[in-house]
């Protein structure tokens, strides 16, 4: 359905009020000390229910790219934490539910330049789901009203690398084991099908992630119904830590 000029307006209206921060402000450093301009802090006003159910799936994921983009521009801004925790403790609604593999060079709010109260995070090595993911997705969605999923995954990934290595220990074994479905599926891979060979690596890094978010379809009829009625976008994406670009992927 083609959008009407007065819904685009809305949706960039929306995008500029709650996301965009200006990075104009001028600091100046004088004696070892460090001013900021009021522009120069990112801004402590949250989601409101009445503005949340206004945002669409397609203007949170435009806004998670513009944001990446000034991740990885480095064109961030101070956060007033403090303030954010006072006002975060009246209620929550974030735009979006990552689900981000374990590893600790992947800070999530960070490669979203987003704050408290803006995003639902689960972490779990792999970027795999299961029944606690799943019902932590349903809650973030169907009850708190989040409007995007993004399956993370990760360059250099050690839970891949383990997986494709056939790593066996405690439990580990099983989570690697949600892994396997993607390595089957690239039998037909030209090249070596070994830990060794980074683009193979990759190729499982990216099926991995097409796999959860597969799985998150086919395991959870609240959230394929909802993506099915337009309130939910389920997207996977993967973030290259050389540089901090979030690719999603088609």
């Known amino acids: 359905m083609k959008k009407s000029p007065k819904n685009t307006l809305l949706h960039l209206g929306l995008l500029l009020l709650f996301f965009c921060v200006s990075c104009t402000g001028a600091s100046n450093q004088e004696n070892g000390s460090i001013t900021l301009s009021e ?3 990112i801004e402590d006003q949250f989601l409101t229910e009445t503005f949340q159910s206004k945002l669409t799936p397609d203007t949170v994921l435009a806004i ?5 983009g000034e991740y990885v521009e480095d064109n961030l801004t101070v956060r007033n ?3 954010r925790i006072r006002k975060a403790s009246l209620g929550q609604y974030p735009a979006a539910v990552i689900l981000s593999c374990l590893d600790s060079r992947v800070p999530v709010e960070d490669v979203f330049h987003s704050g408290i109260g803006d995003l639902f ?6 970027n795999i789901s299961n029944e606690d993911i799943l019902g932590s997705m349903e ?3 169907k009850v708190a009203k989040a409007k995007l999923i993004v399956v993370l995954g990760h360059e250099h990934c050690g839970a891949i690398k383990s997986a494709v290595e056939g790593v066996e220990l405690g439990n580990i074994t099983a989570l690697l084991a949600k892994i396997k479905p993607a390595i089957e599926s690239l039998k037909d891979f030209e090249g070596e099908r070994s ?5 193979y690596l990759e190729a ?7 796999a959860t978010v597969a799985n998150i379809r086919s395991n959870s009829p609240i959230l394929k119904e909802m993506e099915a009625n337009g309130e939910l976008k ?8 050389e540089t901090g670009k979030v690719e999603f992927l088609q």
């Open 204 to 210: 499982v890094t990216k099926q991995n992630v097409r």
């Open 195 to 199: 830990s060794k060979n980074p683009a």
């Open 64 to 68: 998670l790219k513009m944001r990446n």
């Open 39 to 41: 522009d120069d802090v």
């Open 81 to 83: 934490t403090s303030e």
């Open 139 to 141: 809650y973030g969605c």
């Open 121 to 126: 995070v689960a972490r779990v090595a792999g």
């Open 234 to 241: 389920i997207v996977g994406a993967e973030y290259h830590m």
